[in-house]
């Protein structure tokens, strides 16, 4: 059967040159030319082949004026009296075109897309636009290969809004992925339709790190939020605390030790050890002798930072005998006493309580099994989905507080026996504030960033994927970037971002990319393993929306408004809490 029918009216021209998937294409009339579109879809027969077709995708329509080599009239007249004719222009017609898959059938007879390019076409072959019913049945093909049991139904194309448009929900977060776009190009509500999606399967386990408490009214998930200063001390089952000795040895020295003072290493050195002195006292008192055994500095054992605050005063404060029975300063006599004005005034600060004034019940030995269970159960009711809100948590420490959240996802998951772990992914909303790029950044955020650069480059091997969300792809990581070999990329109208986003992208590409500042709200160019074809893609929106539309200035500024009430808002501030 004849996979396209293609008529005079569809000929666009011949092929002229082939450079690996670059083809450009001869075309002899204005008519013909007129055409081509810059992002259509064309087909190219294949040497020697029945019913195969490569497919391609227009990067540029060119018409170029030639000037023809002037000719004598006369040949007969000598050098000397032969007159010269005018110039004459003509007009050269290109289309450049990059080679994205080919169509063809299978041996049993039945049309099957493929991204393998096996030949190339032949020079002086013809190419034909793909519209109206050619360009249907193509994109029909399109969304019957990639409608599988498997596969995540994220909107319609844009070249034909009949067809549906698929991802392939294993490829998508095999692979991780990133979804990029400026403010207000439909970001937010794109993840939340991915996550609307994801929710309805029986198992699915995804956790969204939400920095500004966007998605805290989607119902069909699960919320957890960090505590802010007005609520340490209560008892919710939405409260996640983080107590201090979640961290790890780099964790807790980039919150408290400033690694440019001269005796730093002497700081690092005494904290080290009283806090490996403490953690034993509480596996000695609990009689865990294979965790002692196998027991290291950066093991999640439940300590008193209060202890450790007063060794180090006595340390810093110490006098030792010394010659003729008088007594002389000790070895750390006045060292640590910045470090204990950072320690006190950390441990006493309201903004800092999910870590240092967590209830008592989360310093128990098994409150870490808890919180973990809470994080990554995925068996309760909306609990597919979780939400973690973020937004209480203060700036300085937000990296760190982040990546432990991810880190210790990460490695419970690693420890899990291999027929029991379930594949997991985290959302990473905003991630430009907490997965900067590393040059010049301070110890806290480069902590945060090596966590997510391990996920990044091993977690598939241990079914933790990566969603990067993001409305500045050129701050984010390049390395954490780079491992996302799948791309929805919303409008872009900064260069710099274009720049980064181009760079994800497979060089033959690039002209593809050149529509990221004209793309319509929730209009995105997908490309990567997870779609057949790079395409422009319009986003369904969610039924749920988050809580991130921008808000309307000069709509608000024509109404008539209540009278705020700003000794409201400022008693609100000082007890930080809205309520």
């Known amino acids: 059967?004849?996979?396209?029918?293609?008529?005079?009216?569809?000929?666009?021209?011949?092929?002229?040159?082939?450079?690996?998937?670059?083809?450009?294409?001869?075309?002899?009339?204005?008519?013909?030319?007129?055409?081509?579109?810059?992002?259509?879809?064309?087909?190219?027969?294949?040497?020697?082949a029945v019913e195969e077709w490569l497919i391609g995708l227009i990067d540029k329509v060119i018409k170029t004026p030639v000037l023809e080599e002037p000719s004598r009239i006369d040949e007969s007249e000598s050098e000397e009296t032969s007159t010269m004719a005018?110039?004459?222009?003509?007009?050269?017609?290109?289309?450049?075109?990059?080679?994205?898959?080919?169509?063809?059938?299978?041996?049993?007879?039945?049309?099957?897309?493929?991204?393998?390019?096996?030949?190339?076409?032949?020079?002086?072959?013809?190419?034909?636009?793909?519209?109206?019913?050619?360009?249907?049945?193509?994109?029909?093909?399109?969304?019957?290969?990639?409608?599988?049991?498997?596969?995540?139904?994220?909107?319609?194309?844009?070249?034909?809004?009949?067809?549906?448009?698929?991802?392939?929900?294993?490829?998508?977060?095999?692979?991780?992925?990133?979804?990029?776009?400026?403010?207000?190009?439909?970001?937010?509500?794109s993840v939340a339709a991915i996550l609307e999606q994801a929710?309805?399967?029986?198992?699915?386990?995804?956790?969204?790190?939400?920095?500004?408490?966007?998605?805290?009214?989607?119902?069909?998930t699960r919320h957890l939020r960090i505590p802010g200063p007005e609520e340490l001390g209560k008892t919710d089952e939405s409260l996640l605390f983080l107590p201090y000795w979640l961290l790890n040895a780099e964790e807790l020295q980039a919150m408290f030790i400033d690694r440019s003072e001269f005796n730093a290493h002497n700081q690092v050195m005494a904290f080290q050890d009283t806090v490996v002195d403490e953690k034993k006292k509480t596996l000695k008192t609990l009689k865990k002798t294979e965790v002692l055994n196998a027991f290291t500095l950066d093991s999640p054992i439940p300590f008193q930072i209060a202890n450790v605050l007063n060794k180090l005063k006595h340390l810093n404060t110490e006098m030792v005998p010394g010659a003729n029975g008088k007594e002389k300063q000790g070895l750390f006599y006045g060292q640590f006493s910045r470090l204990l004005v950072r320690l006190n005034s950390k441990v006493s600060d309201k903004r800092y309580g999910f870590?240092?004034?967590?209830?008592?019940?989360?310093h128990q030995y098994d409150a870490m099994a808890q919180m973990v269970k809470r994080l990554m159960d995925y068996s309760t009711e909306k609990a597919q989905v979780k939400v973690i809100d973020f937004s209480e948590v203060p700036s300085d420490i937000l990296p760190v507080i982040v990546g432990l959240v991810a880190r210790i996802i990460y490695q419970v998951q690693f420890w899990t026996d291999r027929v029991k772990r379930r594949p997991m992914a985290l959302v990473c909303d905003e991630a430009h504030l907490y997965l900067p790029k590393k040059d010049g950044k301070n110890p806290v955020e480069q902590r945060a960033i090596e966590n997510f650069e391990k996920i990044a480059k091993e977690g598939r091997k241990y079914g933790v994927a990566l969603l990067v969300v993001s409305q500045r792809p050129s701050d984010v990581s390049p390395t954490i970037l780079s491992q996302c070999n799948n791309v929805i990329a919303l409008r872009l109208t900064n260069g710099d971002d274009q720049t980064t986003v181009k760079r994800l992208m497979p060089e033959s590409l690039e002209g593809l990319m050149d529509t990221l500042p004209i793309l319509d709200i929730g209009e995105a160019l997908v490309?990567?393993?997870?779609?057949?074809?790079?395409?422009?893609?319009?986003?369904?929106?969610?039924?749920?929306?988050?809580?991130?539309?921008?808000?309307?200035?000069?709509?608000?500024?024509?109404?008539?408004?209540?009278?705020?009430?700003?000794?409201?808002?400022?008693?609100?501030?000082r007890r930080q809490n809205r309520a």
């Open 1 to 48: 059967m004849a996979i396209f029918i293609f008529g005079s009216s569809h000929f666009l021209g011949k092929v002229r040159a082939v450079d690996t998937r670059r083809v450009n294409v001869q075309v002899n009339s204005d008519e013909d030319l007129r055409k081509a579109r810059v992002g259509q879809l064309v087909a190219l027969a294949l040497p020697g």
């Open 355 to 362: 870590l240092f004034q967590a209830p008592d019940s989360e």
């Open 86 to 189: 005018l110039p004459r222009e003509s007009v050269l017609n290109t289309v450049q075109l990059t080679l994205v898959g080919t169509v063809g059938l299978t041996t049993d007879n039945k049309t099957r897309f493929s991204r393998s390019l096996v030949q190339v076409p032949e020079i002086d072959g013809s190419c034909y636009i793909l519209r109206d019913a050619q360009l249907q049945t193509f994109m029909n093909l399109l969304s019957s290969e990639a409608k599988t049991a498997h596969s995540l139904e994220i909107g319609r194309y844009t070249i034909d809004e009949s067809a549906k448009a698929y991802l392939d929900g294993n490829r998508l977060f095999q692979r991780h992925a990133s979804l990029l776009g400026s403010t207000g190009s439909g970001k937010s509500w």
């Open 527 to 573: 490309v990567g393993d997870a779609v057949l074809l790079p395409s422009r893609i319009r986003i369904h929106p969610p039924n749920e929306k988050p809580l991130s539309a921008t808000i309307d200035f000069w709509n608000e500024w024509s109404k008539t408004p209540e009278s705020p009430d700003f000794v409201k808002a400022v008693e609100n501030m």
């Open 199 to 220: 929710a309805k399967l029986p198992s699915s386990n995804l956790i969204v790190f939400d920095l500004h408490g966007e998605y805290r009214e989607l119902t069909y």
